[in-house]
Structures are given as structure tokens and as C-alpha cells.
């Protein structure tokens, strides 16, 4: 049986613009994805379908045949746009390249490992329309993680502090699979390892969040391109500047503009 939701959920506000707009800009940072992008590519048109989407892959650095690849591909797929590092920069900064080149006024973020299922991205898509303007993110949790248990157990340790500590009522903020009105996405302060504090980011802007659980899947091909000791001595850093930003940010006003007599 099929575990992912159905997809008919958002495509009523989503339906293609007659004028080519995308209505959903994907994101999916990369660095040495090659044999799993080409069917991860089309996995997230096919769940798509009939909304409004453009998929931006950013090469963060490749140094295997990612480059070639998505030159390949580009030729049949004019709603694939490939964007590429001269030098690997990170995750985090990946995913702001692909937010500063859609043009979506919704931003979906999956990771480009193809662990994130992309079936799940209508979902998220329906999470966060049905949520109205004061809902910014919808955000993936992860059940039946496909993952190492020393992963599992870092994973769930990092996340427990995170929770306490900022306070973001965000189970998982690992989960690649996010979608996030891009208005709101463009006003969060940006640093390396960004993309793990969101749901905290978006609630120090005022607005609010919902969860959408999510099924993992395994890696096809390859192997993780980040360390557990790496991400947890550099988390640890992040967790204290992320506190600090939503201390000094305590009243939000409700802005108005003054008509004119």
C-alpha cells in the first residue's frame, strides 16, 4: 500500500499560470548527487502535476559528474533550473541560492540524497494553505527514520535540546522536506546552518508553523556528506546565537498603512 497522502489536496490554489509562473519553486541543495538526482528530479514533477512548479537543483561544488548531468537534463525539462558553487559551501548556504533564485511565491526545500520522498510535498503544500497568511512554514517530521542508530540517537539528543532550549514546538527540524511562504523565507537571518532553525526563525517573525509527518526513505546510492561530531560541535554554537536572536526580538508590531483623505 501506498503511505504517501494524496495529491490533489493543493493543486485548486496552486493550477498553472496561463503566463508561466511558477505558483511552488523546489529547491534541492546538492554536492556529489549524481546517480540519485536524475530520478529524484522527476519523482518531484510527478507529484506535482498539474501545479504551478519550477525545480532549482543547486551544485554545491560537485566534484563528481553532477555538473554534466544536469546539463543533460536541462535539454528535456524546462522547468529544471540548475544553479552551481565554485566551491563547496554547505547545506545551508545551497538552499539560500535556490530561495534567491525562485521565483515561487512558495518555497519547497527537500534534501537531494532522495531520502526525502517527494510524495509528500502536496501534503505540505495543502498544510500550509490550509493554515491561512499566519502560517509561514510547513514542515516535515520524519517517522520510521531510515537511519544508523548512533544517527538516530544524535538526531533525536540534538533535537531534544533545540526543543527546550528555543522553545519552537518542532518535533524534527532535520527533515529536509519544508515548504515555507517565500516572502517570509527572505526575511530570516541568514548563517551557516540555517536551515536547521527554521521553524524557530519563522516564529521569531511573528508567524506560525505546522507539522506534516513524513516517511523516510534509504539512500540509494552514496553515503552522507556530514559528519555526527561535526554537526554537533558546530549545532551547539548555532543553538546559543539562534536563543540570542529570538531574546532580542520580543514585541512584533502589527503593521498598517495610513490611507490617504
Known amino acids: 500500500m501506498d503511505s504517501r497522502p494524496h495529491q490533489t489536496e493543493a493543486r485548486t490554489a496552486l493550477s498553472r499560470d496561463p503566463l508561466g509562473q511558477p505558483a511552488v519553486s523546489v529547491v534541492v541543495p546538492c554536492r556529489d548527487e549524481a546517480e540519485n538526482l536524475s530520478g529524484l528530479i522527476d519523482e518531484i514533477a510527478g507529484s506535482l502535476g498539474a501545479i504551478a512548479f519550477e525545480v532549482i537543483v543547486v551544485d554545491d561544488g560537485s566534484s563528481d559528474g553532477t555538473r554534466a548531468l544536469l546539463e543533460n537534463l536541462i535539454e528535456t525539462r524546462p522547468w529544471l533550473t540548475p ?132 516517511v523516510d526513505r534509504e539512500r540509494r546510492f552514496g553515503r552522507s556528506k556530514y559528519g555526527i561530531l561535526d554537526r554537533a560541535l558546530v549545532g551547539a554554537l548555532d543553538l546559543i546565537g539562534v536563543w540570542w536572536l529570538r531574546r532580542r526580538r520580543r514585541r512584533i508590531p502589527v503593521v498598517t498603512e495610513i490611507a490617504r483623505r
Do not use: M
Not at 515548504?179 to 521569531?204: S, T
Open 83 to 214: 544553479i552551481s558553487h565554485n566551491i563547496s559551501a554547505g547545506q545551508s548556504a545551497a538552499i539560500r541560492s535556490g530561495l534567491l533564485t525562485a521565483r515561487g511565491a512558495v518555497v519547497v526545500t527537500i534534501d537531494g540524497d532522495g531520502q526525502n520522498d517527494p510524495g509528500f510535498i502536496p501534503a505540505l503544500l495543502a498544510a500550509l494553505e490550509a493554515g491561512g497568511a499566519p502560517v509561514a512554514l510547513a514542515a516535515g517530521q520524519r517517522v520510521q527514520r531510515a537511519a544508523t542508530g548512533p544517527k538516530r540517537l544524535a538526531s533525536r539528543l540534538a533535537n531534544g535540546l533545540r526543543s527546550f532550549v528555543l522553545k519552537d514546538r518542532t518535533r524534527d527540524t532535520g527533515c529536509g522536506l519544508k515548504a515555507l511562504r517565500r516572502e517570509v523565507f527572505l526575511l530570516l537571518p541568514y548563517f551557516d546552518g540555517w536551515h536547521r532553525y527554521l521553524p524557530a526563525l519563522v516564529l521569531r517573525e511573528g508567524f506560525d508553523i505546522v507539522h506534516v509527518d513524513v
